[in-house]
Structure formats: structure tokens, C-alpha cells
């Protein structure tokens, strides 16, 4: 699909989609609980779907309802701890990096015959960190690198070891599945620990289905910082009914474009208390001169002079799409630091970062893992690739607030992996945009 955009200011009100980190978390905690769940969750997405395609697969059985999900854990199928009645199936994981890096150790503490598949580039994004402890902890896996691949043997409980340098989600994954152990597990992560907010957000969704981990902040021999999560054998309670926040990454896109339009964005449903890091987005908007306000369940940027700045985004990585077209019209220079996690996304991001942008006028640069961006009034327009990846289509979208010309996006679709409504909401908005099946 191609979207054709003409530009004009973004402005009004728009609401928030449901969290698709926070979806993920909650839905498979319910999938591991001890009774049914019911889980407020407004929108849905094709990661979201992936993951409850895969707990399906897997014995649970989530029924939509109005607002939201039913869902009546996979524990009923057990027999005697392992998943013997589900035998050779087959978990989709799409496209989503969460839905394979968090099932494949639940469903290996599951003791899962199963066989893990999905797009050709999640076939490509690294795993072998995760695996490797995997196997070492008695699971088996049969594959060549990559996917498919099929699972088999249960994990151990006991201590599992990672660099805190690989991606937030092979140590969430660990947490989700330490409670279905016959035993007190650690989890051991060596070094400052990258994306940390999103390892927070796993244990605030553990801590709300009852599951208590203990952490330990030390040192190693050799002076590296070492956390350790211990989680002693216990079970998943559920508490009956549970909601989904605003999603703020994704609100991170409307609240860009009112720092590069005329008038005030408003997004509503998000909450400044959110355990969600990215609702970082705000004070780094504000950084680059833009005005903000924010109340208990709304958040708003409007534009004033907005400036080049230096920020480390180690901790907020899916965030530098939506920065980076503020950046490219920032007056002076724009220095995004610790990029490196961009590479291993639906796309290499950061390379894609550059040369979309690049395609529309910006100035940039990848400088080693940072990202260099020489501001400019006003950018050209023009056609540029989504990559197949959501978050490079919608920075193209928001770009194109303060472009000369029209803006081009092949493979507009992607937005669907975690924002199908995301270019109604572009009109309603007041945004031109023209979609085209190609």
C-alpha cells in the first residue's frame, strides 16, 4: 500500500491506542494463571496477535469481549507440569521480536513439543544469547539458525547469565517463565543494563498477577555492575480483572508532530505516572524547546523554537523514529547516542533512519552507534520505503508536517504490526493522506 500525504500542520486531539509492550506482558501472565482474566485492552495490533495466536497453540483459550479479552489460562491443560496434550504445535510468531523472545522460554518452562515460525526477518534477528541458556538449562532445539524451529525438553530452574548489552526482552522473557520453574531460579545480568524501563515493566506486570522477585544490585570481580533477579518457585494468581495503559510509544508520533506544526497536539488516555519508558517522550521534547502540559490521562506538546540537542537513547530506543524527524527540522545539530539496538529491529533502523530521512531533505549522518542530524526549516518531500517497519513509516508520516512537497510511503501497511488505526487517526488530526493499494 502507498500512502500519499500532503502536508499540513497536525492538530487536535487523538486518542491513545492500548500499549503493545504492556499487552504482550499482561496476556501471557493471564495465559499462566491460576483462573480466568479478564484484560481491558481498547485496541489490538498484528504483534499483539501474535502473541495470542501463540498461546493458543499452546492450550489457552482467549475469547474477544467488548473492550477487551477473556482469557482462561493454558494451565488447564497441564499434566503434571508439562504440556504432554499439545504435542507438534506449531507457534506463529509473525513478525513480532516480543511474541518469539517471550514464549520461547514460557513454553520451554512449559516443557512444550512445539515448533516456533515467523517472517523471514524475525527469522534474522538475533536469539542465540536466549537459546544458549535455554539449552543449557535441558531444552533442545532442532533447526538451522533462525526459524523454524522446534523445541523440546523442559528448562531447569537455576541460574541463567546475560550481558546487560542484548536486548531487555531475553531477560523478560526469563521473568515470565522463572515462576513456572521447579525452583528457585536467578537471573544474573552483568553490565549496565540496556532498555531497563522495559525489564520494569515485566516486573510491575509479575508484581500485579502476585509473583515476587527479589533483586540484587552488586558488583562483579572485575568490577562490572551485576543485577540478579530471584524468583522463587511460586504461581501465577490472577487478579480478576486487569487493564492495559495508553500506549506511549506510539503517542510519541502525534506529540512530535505538534512540536513541528502550527497548533497544540493532545494525546489522550496516556498518564504521566505510567511505568512505560517512553513516556520519556514528553521531557525529551521539551529539551528541543517545545512546550508540554500533561494531566492525569492526557498528555500535550505545541510548538515554539525547537533546537538541536544531545541525548543518550539507550533506554528508549523506539523512540528515536518519531525524535528524528523533530531533530531534521531542529534548528542546529542533533546527536542521538547509544543507537546500536536500532540495528537488530523489523529493519537495521538506524541505517534506515538516514537514508528515509535523507530521501526527504533531512541532513543526516550515522556516526558509529550515533545518529547526527543537521536541522533544517523545512524539508523537500518526496517517495520513501517503509522497510516493512511500523515505526520508519509513521516517522515518515510525521516528517511529512513540515515538508515542501508531497510525502510517498511504499509499504504504508506496515503501520498494522502495531498501529492499524494510525492513518485514520492522521486525518483526524487534519492530516491529508491518500491510500493506495498497489
Given at each position: 500500500?502507498?500512502?500519499?500525504?500532503?502536508?499540513?500542520?497536525?492538530?487536535?486531539?487523538?486518542?491513545?491506542?492500548?500499549?503493545?509492550?504492556?499487552?504482550?506482558?499482561?496476556?501471557?501472565?493471564?495465559?499462566?494463571?491460576?483462573?480466568?482474566?479478564?484484560?481491558?485492552?481498547?485496541?489490538?495490533?498484528?504483534?499483539?496477535?501474535?502473541?495470542?495466536?501463540?498461546?493458543?497453540?499452546?492450550?489457552?483459550?482467549?475469547?474477544?469481549?467488548?473492550?477487551?479479552?477473556?482469557?482462561?489460562?493454558?494451565?488447564?491443560?497441564?499434566?503434571?507440569?508439562?504440556?504432554?496434550?499439545?504435542?507438534?504445535?506449531?507457534?506463529?510468531?509473525?513478525?513480532?521480536?516480543?511474541?518469539?523472545?517471550?514464549?520461547?522460554?514460557?513454553?520451554?518452562?512449559?516443557?512444550?513439543?512445539?515448533?516456533?515460525?515467523?517472517?523471514?526477518?524475525?527469522?534474522?534477528?538475533?536469539?542465540?544469547?536466549?537459546?544458549?541458556?535455554?539449552?543449557?538449562?535441558?531444552?533442545?532445539?532442532?533447526?538451522?539458525?533462525?526459524?523454524?524451529?522446534?523445541i523440546t525438553g523442559r528448562m531447569r530452574a537455576g541460574r541463567f547469565e546475560l550481558p546487560g548489552n542484548v536486548s531487555?526482552?531475553?531477560?523478560?522473557?526469563?521473568?515470565?517463565?522463572?515462576?513456572?520453574?521447579?525452583?528457585?531460579?536467578?537471573?544474573?545480568?552483568?553490565?549496565?543494563?540496556?532498555?531497563?524501563?522495559?525489564?520494569?515493566?515485566?516486573?510491575?506486570?509479575?508484581?500485579?498477577?502476585?509473583?515476587?522477585?527479589?533483586?540484587?544490585?552488586?558488583?562483579?570481580?572485575?568490577?562490572?555492575?551485576?543485577?540478579?533477579?530471584?524468583?522463587?518457585?511460586?504461581?501465577?494468581?490472577?487478579?480478576?480483572?486487569?487493564?492495559?495503559?495508553?500506549?506511549?510509544?506510539?503517542?510519541?508520533?502525534?506529540?512530535?508532530?505538534?512540536?513541528?506544526?502550527?497548533?497544540?497536539?493532545?494525546?489522550?488516555?496516556?498518564?504521566?505516572?505510567?511505568?512505560?519508558?517512553?513516556?520519556?517522550?514528553?521531557?525529551?521534547?521539551?529539551?528541543?524547546?517545545?512546550?508540554?502540559?500533561?494531566?492525569?490521562?492526557?498528555?500535550?506538546?505545541?510548538?515554539?523554537?525547537?533546537?538541536?540537542?544531545?541525548?543518550?537513547?539507550?533506554?528508549?530506543?523506539?523512540?528515536?523514529?518519531?525524535?528524528?524527524?523533530?531533530?531534521?527540522?531542529?534548528?542546529?545539530?542533533?546527536?542521538?547516542?547509544?543507537?546500536?539496538?536500532?540495528?537488530?529491529?523489523?529493519?537495521?533502523?538506524?541505517?534506515?533512519?538516514?537514508?528515509?530521512?535523507?530521501?526527504?531533505?533531512?541532513?543526516?549522518?550515522?556516526?558509529?552507534?550515533?545518529?547526527?542530524?543537521?536541522?533544517?526549516?523545512?524539508?523537500?518531500?518526496?517517495?520513501?520505503?517503509?522497510?516493512?517497519?511500523?515505526?520508519?513509516?509513521?516517522?515518515?508520516?510525521?516528517?511529512?508536517?513540515?515538508?515542501?512537497?508531497?510525502?510517498?510511503?511504499?509499504?504504508?501497511?506496515?503501520?498494522?504490526?502495531?498501529?492499524?488505526?494510525?492513518?485514520?487517526?492522521?486525518?483526524?488530526?487534519?492530516?491529508?493522506?491518500?491510500?493506495?493499494?498497489?
Amino acid at each position: 500500500m502507498l500512502a500519499k500525504i500532503n502536508p499540513k500542520p497536525l492538530s487536535g486531539t487523538v486518542p491513545a491506542i492500548s500499549s503493545k509492550s504492556m499487552a504482550h506482558r499482561i496476556i501471557i501472565a493471564a495465559a499462566l494463571a491460576n483462573g480466568v482474566t479478564r484484560v481491558a485492552c481498547d485496541t489490538t495490533c498484528a504483534d499483539i496477535d501474535a502473541t495470542i495466536r501463540c498461546l493458543t497453540a499452546i492450550g489457552a483459550k482467549i475469547d474477544p469481549i467488548e473492550g477487551g479479552f477473556e482469557i482462561h489460562p493454558v494451565l488447564k491443560s497441564l499434566e503434571h507440569g508439562i504440556l504432554r496434550a499439545l504435542a507438534g504445535a506449531t507457534l506463529d510468531c509473525g513478525e513480532s521480536g516480543s511474541t518469539l523472545r517471550f514464549m520461547l522460554p514460557v513454553a520451554c518452562a512449559l516443557g512444550a513439543d512445539a515448533t516456533f515460525v515467523g517472517s523471514p526477518r524475525l527469522g534474522e534477528r538475533p536469539i542465540a544469547p536466549l537459546t544458549d541458556e535455554l539449552m543449557a538449562a535441558g531444552c533442545t532445539f532442532q533447526g538451522a539458525t533462525g526459524l523454524p524451529l522446534r523445541i523440546t525438553g523442559r528448562m531447569r530452574a537455576g541460574r541463567f547469565e546475560l550481558p546487560g548489552n542484548v536486548s531487555s526482552q531475553y531477560i523478560s522473557g526469563l521473568l515470565l517463565a522463572a515462576p513456572l520453574l521447579d525452583g528457585d531460579t536467578q537471573i544474573a545480568v552483568t553490565g549496565e543494563i540496556e532498555s531497563r524501563p522495559y525489564i520494569g515493566l515485566t516486573l510491575a506486570v509479575l508484581n500485579a498477577f502476585g509473583v515476587k522477585v527479589g533483586i540484587e544490585e552488586g558488583a562483579t570481580p572485575g568490577g562490572l555492575p551485576l543485577t540478579v533477579f530471584t524468583i522463587e518457585r511460586q504461581g501465577y494468581r490472577t487478579p480478576g480483572a486487569i487493564a492495559v495503559e495508553g500506549d506511549w510509544s506510539n503517542a510519541a508520533f502525534w506529540l512530535s508532530a505538534g512540536a513541528l506544526g502550527r497548533h497544540s497536539v493532545t494525546v489522550r488516555g496516556v498518564t504521566p505516572s505510567s511505568i512505560q519508558g517512553d513516556r520519556a517522550i514528553s521531557a525529551a521534547l521539551m529539551l528541543f524547546g517545545a512546550k508540554g502540559q500533561r494531566s492525569a490521562r492526557a498528555a500535550t506538546v505545541r510548538p515554539d523554537n525547537i533546537h538541536g540537542i544531545e541525548l543518550d537513547v539507550r533506554d528508549i530506543p523506539d523512540l528515536v523514529p518519531a525524535l528524528a524527524a523533530v531533530a531534521a527540522c531542529a534548528e542546529g545539530t542533533t546527536r542521538f547516542t547509544g543507537c546500536s539496538r536500532l540495528r537488530i529491529k523489523e529493519c537495521d533502523r538506524l541505517e534506515a533512519i538516514a537514508t528515509e530521512l535523507g530521501k526527504l531533505g533531512a541532513n543526516v549522518c550515522v556516526d558509529g552507534d550515533a545518529l547526527v542530524i543537521e536541522g533544517r526549516e523545512q524539508l523537500d518531500g518526496g517517495r520513501v520505503s517503509s522497510r516493512n517497519d511500523h515505526r520508519i513509516a509513521m516517522m515518515a508520516a510525521i516528517a511529512a508536517v513540515r515538508c515542501a512537497s508531497p510525502v510517498e510511503i511504499e509499504g504504508a501497511e506496515a503501520v498494522d504490526k502495531s498501529y492499524p488505526l494510525f492513518f485514520e487517526h492522521y486525518r483526524l488530526l487534519g492530516g491529508d493522506v491518500e491510500l493506495i493499494d498497489e
